[in-house]
């Protein structure tokens, strides 16, 4: 079954121990100079966000339908059976189509490297395959960021937004987000509040049916065209023979 | 041998020193030092520029060949050869391009063994590639007659019909898959460029540009070189250019009425600024000028026309891959000169490798080579023109 993270803001701390345990996962830099850093970067993956006094976290949204793994041209993404997203280095040419692609901005690029890696949170996925929590929600003090199989902490926020629906905003943001995304996030404000996109902009149609719907037709499109295009040709080639042929006769004709 | 100084070529050596200074920093201190892409601008003027507008201005190779090779117009036979050596060099200095902007460039190859063919950059890579080959094949009989070479010319004239169509096969393909490729962020770029037609706006757009180019460049040739300017072909391919660019017209009217957008594109905003400039150039100020006879009948108008033309869909690539994602991300993203620089390089060898093949290569038909010089026409001199003329001496 796959797994996925559950993130309920109301429940966070903001003590920003899961951006420390996610550097440390990584083997990224982590001191106070990148705690105090509110933005994702290639040397951060995961985010703690504060505002009025309430916390919200960025992290990869592990899309069902990743737009990343659909954009690569060499496949360097792709959706594992157990949940994340993953990205193998050794394939990438570093085109970049996976960050423009990305809905939620979430591959960043080495643009200092002279041999630049795209980076991203890629759910601890040697852990998960081992059976265990990820790095921040196995640090996490408060359980906030809550790692589980997806149908259940889909359950369990529905729950928890019955229970307290004066807390929560009586949405799950993730559970159709551009078809489905492998981290849910609960939570008393709008996550847009945050540079999450609005849901209502990203919609619920996962990413890759846009280009999907073109490159379908392709395999039809090259036979069927490359048909028109020498059916032409020959026509055309056959009305300057004929005429040829005519005008030969002609000639014969006259000369008789 | 005396090499004799001109401005022109001044020129062109200042462009190429701080092009390869560019280069190193590219190289040496990575794409965050050359560039002002960023996490929220990952493509920048090289995407925008060099790929998707030197792809649309070597368009004019597939047109020609298809108009003279499919439909037998005849009378164009004579720009077949230069608007193939056009999109050779457009494309192979797209590729030149790649390597600039590419973060591992030295993996490119594995676009032959790692392939997504769900990717629209995997269809846009063999694209380049096949197309690329299709191109040296078309444009190899140059270096044959050159060298008087007969069993090659008769191997290429053997496999000539399966070259056009294959080259046209994947014009097709690749034009409309730069398109293709912005159709994955609907919720980034903005409504007056997403569309789901962009595919068939790229083509259509690339055929009008293809006829465009082709104007400008025999017309700039002709000054140049000094040759004589054949009103026939020019004359045949303004006539193309007013119906491409209506088709064009009447797509994008179609695409913003059943959008609902009418309303929207008339207000003043920042995005609606530099529609207004790319219909401007693309459509009303063509289609106005080739509306005329007087107009279509006259090499100098023409090339105005033209030029107009190539500069409208220039702002529109550049509107699509730029301009219309600045609202999202809330910044402008402002090339670094070291972009322009390694750009201009680029166009400058474009403009080097042209007049170099000219010179070298039949490019040209023989027996216009103008020896009465007389018959040309005059036309105004011209900036780039003393490049084309000087710059590969």
């Known amino acids: 079954m796959s797994k996925a993270l559950l993130y309920d803001a109301t429940m966070c701390i903001g003590c920003k121990q899961c951006e420390a345990a996610c550097a440390q996962q990584n083997k990224l830099p982590y001191d106070d100079r990148v705690a105090a850093e509110s933005v994702q970067s290639e040397h951060k993956y995961t985010v703690v966000m504060t505002k009025n006094d309430k916390f919200m976290r960025r992290l990869c949204m592990h899309c069902e339908h990743p737009a990343c793994a659909s954009a690569c041209p060499v496949g360097a993404f792709h959706k594992t059976k157990e949940g994340p997203v993953v990205y193998d280095v050794w394939k990438c040419i570093g085109c970049r189509y996976c960050m423009v692609a990305c809905a939620f901005n979430q591959p960043k690029y080495e643009w200092g490297s002279l041999n630049p890696r795209v980076r991203k949170c890629i759910m601890c996925p040697d852990r998960v395959v081992a059976g265990k929590q990820t790095a921040c929600a196995e640090i996490c003090p408060t359980g906030a960021t809550k790692f589980g199989d997806r149908e259940d902490l889909v359950k369990e926020a529905q729950e928890r937004i019955r229970q307290n629906p004066t807390t929560y905003l009586p949405r799950i943001y993730g559970l159709n987000e551009v078809g489905g995304t492998s981290v849910l996030i609960l939570s008393s404000t709008k996550v847009e509040e945050y540079r999450y996109p609005a849901s209502e902009k990203i919609g619920n149609t996962p990413m890759p049916e846009y280009t999907g719907r073109v490159m379908s037709w392709i395999p039809d499109f090259i036979p069927a065209w490359s048909l028109v295009l020498g059916g032409i040709y020959w026509i055309s080639h056959r009305r300057e023979e004929v005429a040829e042929a005519e005008a030969e006769e002609k000639k014969n004709g006259s000369a008789r | ?393």
């Open chain 2, 1 to 393: 041998m005396k090499i004799k100084l001109t401005f022109w070529k001044a020129v062109f050596i200042v462009i190429m020193t701080l092009g390869l200074y560019s280069s190193f920093i590219r190289y040496f201190r990575g794409l965050g030092a050359v560039s002002n892409m960023s996490d929220q601008f990952p493509w920048g003027l090289w995407i925008g520029f060099d790929c998707l507008c030197g792809v649309m201005l070597a368009a004019g190779g597939f047109c020609i060949v298809g108009a003279v090779y499919l439909f037998n117009v005849e009378r164009l036979h004579s720009v077949v050869r230069p608007a193939v050596l056009t999109a050779f060099l457009g494309y192979v200095l797209f590729i030149v391009g790649l390597l600039f902007d590419l973060g591992r460039p030295w993996y490119i190859w594995h676009q032959l063994i790692y392939m997504n063919p769900h990717s629209v950059m995997f269809e846009v890579g063999m694209c380049v590639m096949t197309y690329t080959t299709v191109l040296f094949f078309e444009f190899l009989p140059n270096v044959f007659e050159r060298f008087n070479l007969q069993a090659p010319i008769r191997w290429i004239r053997k496999i000539y019909p399966v070259l056009i169509v294959l080259g046209i096969l994947l014009s097709t393909l690749h034009q409309s898959s730069l398109g293709s490729l912005y159709l994955i962020m609907p919720s980034k770029l903005h409504p007056f460029w997403y569309t789901p037609a962009l595919p068939f706006l790229f083509f259509a757009s690339a055929v009008a540009v293809g006829l465009a180019m082709t104007i400008f460049e025999s017309t700039q040739s002709a000054k140049a070189f000094g040759r004589h300017l054949e009103l026939p072909v020019l004359v045949t391919l303004g006539g193309a250019l007013l119906v491409a660019l209506w088709v064009n017209a009447l797509l994008r009217f179609e695409d913003y009425f059943h959008r609902g957008l009418l309303t929207q594109i008339v207000k003043p905003s920042y995005e609606s600024y530099f529609l207004w400039l790319e219909l401007t150039l693309t459509f009303v100020i063509p289609i106005t000028m080739l509306s005329f006879k007087k107009v279509r009948l006259s090499p100098q108008l023409l090339y105005l026309a033209s030029i107009s033309t190539v500069l409208g869909f220039i702002t529109n690539r550049l509107n699509v891959s730029l301009i219309g994602f600045e609202t999202y991300v809330g910044h402008h993203y402002v090339p670094k000169w070291t972009e322009f620089s390694i750009t201009l390089m680029i166009i400058a060898m474009g403009f080097a490798l042209f007049s170099v093949a000219v010179k070298y290569l039949p490019i040209f038909p023989q027996e216009q080579r103008a020896v009465n010089r007389p018959r040309r026409i005059e036309t105004e001199p011209l900036v780039g023109t003393a490049v084309l003329t000087h710059a590969g001496d």
